[in-house]
């Protein structure tokens, strides 16, 4: 049985057999049979993980552990509203707060950039929040919809599927949605340069 557990750019959770990068963590998030709840998050700290550490293996949805979440690469975790986890993630973590606070001010522990992070991310109705802004002035690494999430890269935007990146198009011009949260998008115009999957490089040639 494919679970559901593989995360979109537009922040939905959904049953996908793909492969991805790197996995993450909102809490407790299915049930005892596998499928998931009608939460879509326990806390605030959202994480983007590695597949891979200090050779623990969790599962994807064991009896009493968290849910791991899936993602392609970490500019879909971003655009979700993931950031690098502290251990396992630690130099990746570091690299992401200091370019939080080249963008947006001092922290003093790294629950403040969840708390500050949290509606960027998210509304009340638990649908993702998105805003406008012009598509000349975004970073690299983020997601826009174009009219479907597009992942901006250099001169180009590359279409998303679960399994990789497609389709590029010339960079539009003029305001567009912005799926990754505007925190995010500031700390990525600050310097903070997101793992991207191979098959985005490939495209953007």
Same mark, same amino acid.
């Given at each position: 049985? *494919?679970?559901?557990?593989? #995360?979109?750019? *537009?922040?939905? +959770?959904?049953?996908?057999?793909?492969?991805? =990068?790197?996995?993450?963590?909102?809490?407790?998030?299915?049930?005892?049979?596998?499928?998931?709840?009608?939460?879509?998050?326990?806390? &605030?700290?959202? =994480? %983007? %993980? !590695?597949?891979?550490?200090?050779?623990? /293996?969790?599962?994807?949805?064991?009896?009493?552990?968290?849910?791991?979440?899936?993602?392609?690469?970490? $500019?879909?975790? =971003?655009?979700?509203?993931?950031?690098?986890?502290? @251990?396992?993630?630690?130099?990746?973590?570091?690299?992401?707060?200091?370019?939080? @606070? $080249?963008?947006?001010?001092? #922290?003093?522990?790294? $629950?403040?950039?969840?708390?500050?992070?949290?509606?960027?991310?998210? %509304?009340?109705?638990? &649908?993702?929040?998105?805003? &406008?802004?012009? !598509? @000349?002035?975004?970073?690299?690494?983020?997601? #826009?919809?174009?009219?479907?999430?597009?992942?901006?890269?250099?001169?180009?935007?590359?279409?998303?599927?679960?399994?990789? /990146?497609?389709?590029?198009?010339?960079?539009?011009?003029?305001? #567009?949605?912005?799926? *990754?949260?505007?925190? +995010?998008?500031? *700390?990525?115009?600050?310097? /903070?340069?997101?793992?991207?999957?191979?098959? !985005?490089?490939?495209?953007?040639?």
């Amino acid at each position: 049985m *494919t679970l559901q557990n593989r #995360v979109l750019p *537009t922040g939905e +959770i959904v049953a996908d057999p793909a492969r991805g =990068l790197f996995t993450g963590n909102r809490g407790i998030l299915h049930r005892p049979d596998g499928s998931l709840g009608r939460p879509r998050w326990r806390h &605030k700290h959202w =994480l %983007c %993980c !590695a597949l891979r550490f200090k050779d623990r /293996y969790h599962g994807p949805m064991p009896e009493r552990g968290w849910t791991a979440l899936f993602f392609l690469d970490e $500019a879909v975790a =971003l655009a979700a509203g993931h950031r690098p986890c502290h @251990e396992c993630r630690r130099a990746d973590a570091l690299r992401f707060r200091s370019a939080w @606070e $080249a963008a947006q001010g001092p #922290v003093a522990r790294l $629950a403040d950039i969840d708390i500050a992070l949290h509606p960027a991310r998210v %509304c009340r109705n638990r &649908k993702q929040t998105r805003f &406008k802004a012009r !598509a @000349e002035t975004l970073p690299d690494g983020c997601f #826009v919809l174009a009219p479907e999430p597009a992942l901006v890269l250099g001169d180009v935007i590359i279409s998303f599927s679960t399994s990789g /990146y497609g389709a590029k198009r010339i960079r539009p011009s003029g305001i #567009v949605t912005v799926l *990754t949260p505007a925190t +995010i998008v500031r *700390t990525l115009a600050a310097g /903070y340069r997101p793992v991207l999957h191979p098959t !985005a490089f490939r495209s953007a040639i």
